[in-house]
């Protein structure tokens, strides 16, 4: 039976890689905080005391962090992912970061003999415990067809893109177009609130119309209510924002729309929002 290692336990991580447990593999986990490990050493699996030991001690190794900082220095520092493999053991990184450290780890995962896949995920907290995220993979196929039994526990649909950083790219395309569609959303619902209309008639409008969406029906509702539990915190979308119009940059394509979201969720990360969900960027509007 393969080996899996799950390293991050966050408000993703965590229902990825319980759904792994669940499934009956043999899951090793690592945490920052090892305290997280506790609800799934209960459902079986094992728990390690540093990135290094479980990349050492399995096939194949996820990764689900934060942010570009938190994914190199769980590779890269004392006691990291990448002193563990060798001999074509597997490192996979799920967490949404720029290309530039998708491919500085790439690089140092196959130079030290293992074989390395980018697979950020589109969904949030729901999708990852419910095991229905969209998985956005690029890098070594053979490792993308060895990870595809534990991705159908993790996701709903896989795609390969081929050459790694592709998918770090589709994935702050897909969250540009998603942060950039909330604050859009955020400002119809203020202006409906400032113009004396009746916001539920306007969430069942849009709700029935061209602008229906998962978004509207699972957000609105909470904009609406003023109560935004956090699926997506708004400090992650505003870092994948960042990313977005960095990348922009440097293709030279304008993203003015992009850009005047990313100021938007910059402010309300200012007002000490960045826990809560990105939905309530709509705070600073209201």
């Known amino acids: 039976m393969t080996k899996y290692g799950f390293l991050g336990l966050g408000i993703m991580g965590n229902g ?56 190199r220095e769980v590779c890269f520092g004392p006691e990291g992912a990448l002193a563990g493999i060798g001999e074509g053991r597997g490192y996979v990184d799920m967490s949404t970061v720029d290309e530039e450290t998708v491919k500085a780890i790439a690089i140092s995962i196959t ?63 897909v969250n540009m177009i998603m942060g950039s569609m909330m604050t859009a959303l955020s400002e119809g619902v203020a202006l409906c609130r400032k ?13 029935n119309g061209a602008l229906a969406s998962p978004m509207v029906k699972g957000k609105m509702p909470t904009m609406l209510d003023g109560v935004f539990p956090t699926n997506f915190p708004l400090k992650h979308m505003q870092k994948d924002m960042r990313l977005a119009v960095s990348l922009g940059d440097r293709l030279s ?23 809560e969900d990105f939905a309530a960027v709509f705070k600073i509007l209201s």
């Open 253 to 275: 394509q304008p993203l003015p729309t992009a850009a005047a979201a990313n100021e938007l969720f910059k402010a309300a990360r200012k007002a000490g929002l960045s826990d």
């Open 16 to 71: 990825m890689a319980a759904n792994l447990v669940k499934a009956g593999y043999d899951v090793t986990v690592w945490n920052r905080s090892p305290v997280k490990c506790a609800s799934l050493v209960a459902q079986g699996a094992k728990q390690a005391k540093t990135p290094e030991a479980v990349t050492a001690s399995c096939d194949i190794t996820f990764a689900m962090l934060a942010d570009p900082e938190a994914a």
């Open 111 to 173: 130079t030290a003999g293992g074989r390395f896949l980018e697979s950020p995920v589109s969904g949030s907290k729901k999708p990852a415990m419910d095991g229905t995220l969209v998985i956005l993979s690029a890098g070594d196929e053979s490792l993308y067809k060895d990870a595809l039994p534990a991705f159908e526990k993790m996701g709903k649909m896989s795609f390969f893109l081929e050459k790694t950083g592709q998918a770090a790219r589709m994935k702050l395309v």
């Open 195 to 207: 113009s004396g209309l009746n916001e539920f008639q306007l969430l069942e409008v849009l709700s």
